[in-house]
């Protein structure tokens, strides 16, 4: 029996983004905002650097999906969602996490001129053998990080640190408007508004408290929130939306 595309979709997201979590101990320090800053003050540029930088890149053409699809972080808080599923509004408050990432990048270039530019590429820098949590006294570390990241999303509810303090998300808002800007093909929502019937299904599946109605209704479906996850469209038994790739016109964007 032919397994349901609402199911298959879903499940492999599941599936990556828990294996991701899952992983977490092993993979932490190349999403670390601390260590980036440790390695470049020697002139190193390391993991999390060569991480964040892929992620402007794939921003260019992929925006948030990394969000959705294979972040360590988001693995964390789609389990935590089961425990509590309530909805993080965001909306006015998401400025919050460009008040982190802005003078903590301004930091690292600070630091990178001041070690005289770079001098070294070390991916593996500050791990061993590749691997991030490898001594047991680091696993105070890790649940410290770990921890705190469970925490805020069990207490305020679905995605909150996405909305509010991913210093990551930045990258790939802004790969997502350069690409724009360029006209490059790029990962889009798209809709039939003719077969909307209102029900509001995808706002209230929608992980990242978007007005998915409202954005079908009014022809405006780009929203740098999304992490185009599909549940939208998958939960959608009108089949009004889609997840498709290519270009899209200036006038059919919506800031968050």
């Given at each position: 029996m032919a397994v349901p595309?609402?199911?298959?979709?879903?499940?492999i997201r599941h599936f990556i983004l828990?294996?991701?979590f899952f992983l977490f101990p092993i993979i932490m320090f190349y999403f670390s905002p601390y260590l980036i800053i440790r390695a470049v003050s020697t002139g190193i540029l390391n993991g999390s650097f060569i991480v964040f930088v892929s992620q402007f890149i794939l921003g260019?053409?992929?925006?948030r999906s990394p969000c959705g699809?294979?972040?360590?972080?988001g693995g964390a808080q789609e389990l935590c969602s089961y425990v509590n599923p309530r909805k993080v509004k965001g909306g006015k408050l998401n400025w919050?996490?460009?008040f982190i990432w802005l003078p903590w990048l301004g930091f690292i270039l600070f630091m990178l001129v001041q070690a005289g530019g770079i001098k070294k590429i070390d991916f593996f820098y500050g791990t061993t053998y590749g691997i991030s949590i490898a001594e047991s006294w680091m696993y105070i570390l890790y649940y410290g990080i770990g921890g705190l990241l469970v925490f805020m999303a069990m207490i305020t509810g679905k995605r909150a640190n996405c909305h509010y303090i991913c210093w990551m998300a930045p990258f790939m808002m802004l790969g997502r408007k350069v690409g724009e800007i360029l006209h490059l093909p790029q990962i889009q929502l798209r809709a039939n508004k003719g077969r909307c019937v209102a029900c509001q299904k995808c706002n209230d599946i929608c992980p990242m408290s978007l007005d998915v109605m409202k954005m079908v209704q009014t022809g405006q479906l780009v929203d740098y929130e999304c992490i185009y996850c599909?549940?939208?469209?998958d939960v959608c038994k009108q089949k009004v939306?889609?997840?498709g790739f290519g270009s899209q016109s200036g006038r059919d964007s919506v800031h968050s």
């Open positions: 595309k609402l199911k298959t979709r879903q499940t828990f294996m991701t260019l053409f992929l925006g699809w294979f972040m360590p972080c919050i996490k460009w599909g549940e939208c469209a939306l889609r997840i």
